[in-house]
């Protein structure tokens, strides 16, 4: 399946990104845990073509997906929420993800995400561009 990641948020779109953005991914991917949104409606086509399992979020319990909270919160650093994310241009975004991925966590045994990643699948992800690896 090739598209353009979220062309807009229809779920036929937004799936399609998904499957394409995680597919090189997929041997890594074994949950994905969605919020509510329509958008997500086509969340079985999403397990079958990344192979991996899907579950939705309860509604109002926003620390059951914890890694996507922190995830914002650190691009909030980067684009604050008075900033409109339309006027980000993709250089800031891959600045941005770049000095995420770079930035050594506790929770890795104070190494960054691109140390693991490359250490779990032989795979330098500094060389995928855009891909955020936070953690």
């Known amino acids: 399946m090739s598209c353009l990641p979220a062309a ?4 036929e779109a937004v799936t399609c990104g998904i499957i394409t ?5 997929k041997d890594w991917v074994h949950t994905l ?4 949104g329509k958008e997500f409606a086509k969340h079985e086509q999403v397990a079958d073509g990344i192979e991996s399992e899907t ?15 922190s995830a914002n919160g650190l ?5 604050p929420k008075a900033m409109g994310l339309l006027d980000v ?17 506790k929770c890795l ?7 693991v990643f490359r250490e779990l699948s032989g795979t ?8 955020a690896l936070i953690t």
């Open 124 to 131: 330098d992800a500094e060389k995928l561009m855009g891909y």
């Open 89 to 105: 241009t993709a250089q800031q975004m891959l600045e941005a993800v770049h000095k995420l991925n770079s930035r050594p966590r």
């Open 109 to 115: 045994g104070f190494r960054t995400p691109y140390e």
């Open 75 to 79: 691009l909030r650093q980067y684009f």
């Open 55 to 69: 579950y939705f979020a309860k509604l109002c319990h926003s620390w059951g997906r914890g890694q996507n909270e």
């Open 33 to 36: 845990t969605f919020d509510n």
């Open 8 to 11: 807009n948020k229809t779920a």
């Open 21 to 25: 953005l995680l597919d090189i991914f």
